[in-house]
Each structure stands twice: as structure tokens, then as C-alpha cells.
């Protein structure tokens, strides 16, 4: 079993420099000097921007929409129950879901201006929702004071806030260590290389009969930007929205995926298509179809609430310039829509600030932001706790800067790219001919 530093001094030091170091650069609302009694009473005033006066007890149902595993879903349900028993006035619709899917329906809702009050926000989508003017600013109403401030301002866009961090979070692999040792592998090091990785699904495939040893990244184009950023070649797409895939590295990328596939090393198309994260049933880690599969570091108490202690994480493997990337868990944001600014500001306020809630959330949604919270839990934290932590620590000293796609470009990677990936899965067309095709889609995003 993969071994994690005791929680200890020096563990808690280097937790709080990722997620909490440069405290500051929030604002108070005029309660927040309050207790945690007073601030989960919901006893804050805020600035009004319309709706439900902050001040009134008329009931109110806020509705909240989230995505994630049965662990975040449990934790997030009781945290509500407990803020409505503080404030009998404010219920909650809640709508939750795994991340499959979540987008589309978000999408749908947002079109016809039916969207929740407060919504569940991934770096990689905040740009293009704040662009189209659907989030509220949160400036004012929520204490941020005892947030990293690298972590406050990921929520920002042009100096309004948009969306408040929840977690502090990593990319990295999941593999099954009891499988591995049985095997006779070594367990794989945290800073390895992409030469070393290929090398090791070798390796372990030579001992493994018929077991398959990773996914298939072929369709996985945020994943194969790590790769291409790692040989200082940049992400998929520039920030300014232009095509930026270097083809004798992709190429490299695809074909290096054909040959492990040929080889039973990664799992054949139609077994890689079913794949859904951390579903029991259907990831294909999980479920004991392949040993390695990328993770956050956030998911690592759902990954080992499916099978306790049989799985670890290691950091996604490095280039020259480095591997993976740190980046907000994910946001509360609310709806630009909403009748209920100043309410749901309150429960966000309370979310990220109060001990109480803390303990109900533990890290469902990632390292906590708040550092007096931080402090409180971490003596509490469990051993799928300390893996998720320790991915944060280690990806820390090679980590690339986090892209977030470009207005558009998320449908480009998610649906058109996956397309055409599949199809060479599938032996539909080779790697050469799939490069023809992404590029001439590509020029439609420009």
C-alpha cells in the first residue's frame, strides 16, 4: 500500500501554502465579524440587487444544481438540511447529477431562462458563462477573507466576482495498487514521465494476461493538451480561441494509443465508450476493466468509498515543462436570473466559512478554501483524504498553468474531437486521416 505522510505540522503547513498562503484581497459583509452561530443563522445583511429582500422571513426555495459522485451528493443534501434547520425560511430544490450530462442540461436550462439559483461552476466553463452575462457578481456579501487569493481571483473576471472557489484540486491517475502488487509491479512515483508511463502499461500488460492496464486517452483532448504542454508546445487551443495542435506530436499521441490498443494494453473502442466517472457500475476502474484512470484530487474520497484502500494516485506523468495542473475544484456561482441574489449569496457565505458546515462536507469538493475551517478539520482527515492532498503537494512543483477553453472550443474538444477520436478507436480511420478531419473542423471555431 502506497504510504502517505502522517497528518503532522509539516503536512498542514504545506496544505495551507497551496490553498491558503496569500489570505486577503476579499470583502466582508457587515456580519461576517460575527460568530459561526451568527453566520449560520443566516443573521447577515448584504447589498441588494433585487429579489427577495435579505431581510424578510417570507419562505424561500432557493434551487441548486451540482454534479458529481454519491459522496458529494450525501454531503451536499445534509449540509442543506442543516442550513434550513438554522433558517426554517430558505428550503432548497435541489438537482444533482453525475458530470455526464450535467452541461447539456445546464444549456437547456440557461436557453430557456429556467437555470437554478445557484449553480455549480467548472474553471473550464466560467469564462464563457460570465461572457454571456448568466452569473450574478458575488463583490459583495460573501466573507472571502480567509480564501487564498490566487484562489479568490480564479473567480473573478474583470475584477468582479463571479464565482467562489470551493476546493483547491489536481489531475492526476488513479490505479488499483492491490491488483498492481499482486501483479509484482512496482507502484508507480509520483513526477514520472510520459516515456515511463508508456513504458510501465508495458511492462505490467507482460504480467497481466488479458487484464487491460489504463484508458485510452486517444479521445481525451484536455489530457493530450498536458502531453503537448509538457514539450513546451502550449495547450490544444491558444486563449485567444486559435487552433494550436501540433500534428507530428499528436500523431505521436494517437498512434502510441493504437499500438498499446493492438497490444490489449488499453481497452478496445467499444469498451472505452462506456466508461462513466466513478459510476459503480461503469468506470472502467472501478469496475476492475483497467488499473489506471484519471482522477482530481478532489474525487479521492469517492474513488476509495467504492473499494476502501485498494486504490492510490499518482501525478499525471511530466514532460520537460512539467505535468498536470492545480485549479479550483469547482465554483459556487449563482444565476444572473435569479430573484434570490442576497439569499443564495448567504448560503455561499455559510457553505465555504462555517466549521459546522465543514464537517458535514469534509472534502467532497477539495481541500477547503476557508482557512480557519482548514485548520478545524484537518486532525479529522482520513486516509483518502491525506491521497488527495498529497496529488495537490505533488503535482504543486511541476504543475502547467490551468487552461480553460475558449468560448466555443469546449464543444469542439467534448463533442467534434471525441467524434473523430472514436472513429479511430473503432478502426474507422487512421490516425492520419482523423488528422485531416480536425483540422478542417477546427477552422469552424477560429
Not at 269 to 294: E, H, I, Q, S, W
Not at 325 to 336: Q, Y
Amino acid at each position: 500500500m502506497r504510504l502517505f505522510r502522517k497528518t503532522s505540522i509539516a503536512l498542514l503547513a504545506a496544505v495551507l501554502m497551496l490553498t491558503l498562503a496569500a489570505c486577503g484581497g476579499g470583502q466582508k459583509s457587515e456580519s461576517t465579524a460575527n460568530s459561526d452561530t451568527n453566520r449560520s443563522s443566516g443573521s447577515q445583511s448584504g447589498g441588494q440587487s433585487g429579489g427577495q429582500s435579505a431581510s424578510s422571513n417570507e419562505p424561500i426555495k432557493l434551487r441548486i444544481m451540482w454534479w458529481g459522485s454519491q459522496e458529494r451528493h450525501d454531503a451536499t443534501l445534509k449540509a442543506m438540511e442543516k442550513y434550513t434547520e438554522l433558517n426554517p425560511h430558505i428550503t432548497f430544490e435541489p438537482e444533482y447529477s453525475g458530470w455526464d450530462g450535467y452541461w447539456d442540461k445546464l444549456s437547456t436550462q440557461v436557453a430557456a431562462k429556467n437555470a437554478p439559483d445557484i449553480i455549480q461552476m467548472d474553471p473550464a466553463y466560467f469564462a464563457d458563462y460570465v461572457q454571456r452575462k448568466l452569473l450574478a457578481d458575488l463583490s459583495d456579501g460573501i466573507d472571502t477573507s480567509n480564501m487564498d487569493e490566487a484562489l479568490l481571483n480564479s473567480g473573478k473576471y474583470d475584477g468582479k466576482l463571479y464565482a467562489v472557489a470551493l476546493g483547491n484540486n489536481a489531475i492526476g491517475l488513479g490505479y488499483n495498487k492491490q491488483v498492481l502488487e499482486k501483479l509484482g509491479m512496482p507502484l508507480p512515483q509520483d513526477g514520472w514521465t510520459w516515456d515511463e508511463y508508456f513504458q510501465y502499461l508495458r511492462d505490467a500488460k507482460a504480467k497481466a494476461g488479458n487484464q487491460y492496464i489504463s484508458a485510452d486517452y486517444t479521445g481525451r483532448l484536455d489530457i493530450y493538451g498536458i502531453f503537448q504542454m509538457g514539450r513546451g508546445l502550449g495547450y490544444f487551443v491558444t486563449q485567444d480561441g486559435k487552433f494550436n495542435m501540433d500534428k507530428d506530436t499528436w500523431l505521436e499521441w494517437a498512434n502510441t494509443f493504437a499500438e498499446l490498443r493492438k497490444e490489449g494494453a488499453v481497452p478496445p473502442g467499444d469498451v472505452t465508450v462506456t466508461d462513466k466517472d466513478l459510476d459503480p457500475a461503469l468506470d472502467l476502474m472501478v469496475n476492475g476493466t483497467v488499473l489506471f484512470r484519471n482522477y482530481h484530487a478532489a474525487q479521492a474520497g469517492a474513488l476509495d468509498s467504492m473499494n476502501p484502500g485498494v486504490f492510490g494516485m499518482v501525478t499525471m506523468p511530466r514532460g520537460q515543462q512539467g505535468g498536470g495542473w492545480l485549479k479550483p475544484s469547482m465554483f459556487w456561482s449563482v444565476s444572473a436570473d435569479s430573484p434570490y441574489v442576497e439569499e443564495a449569496k448567504k448560503f455561499i457565505d455559510w457553505f465555504i466559512n462555517d466549521k459546522e458546515a465543514g464537517e458535514i462536507l469534509g472534502t467532497s469538493r477539495g481541500v477547503p478554501v476557508s482557512k480557519p475551517v482548514l485548520e478545524h478539520l484537518s486532525p479529522k482527515f482520513t486516509d483518502a483524504d491525506k491521497m488527495g492532498i498529497q496529488l495537490i503537494e505533488s503535482t504543486s512543483p511541476i504543475a502547467q498553468p490551468f487552461q480553460p477553453d475558449p468560448k466555443g472550443w469546449q464543444i469542439f474538444r467534448e463533442k467534434d474531437y471525441s467524434t473523430i477520436a472514436e472513429k479511430i478507436m473503432f478502426g474507422e480511420v487512421t490516425p492520419e486521416q482523423a488528422w485531416e478531419e480536425i483540422v478542417a473542423i477546427a477552422k469552424d471555431y477560429e
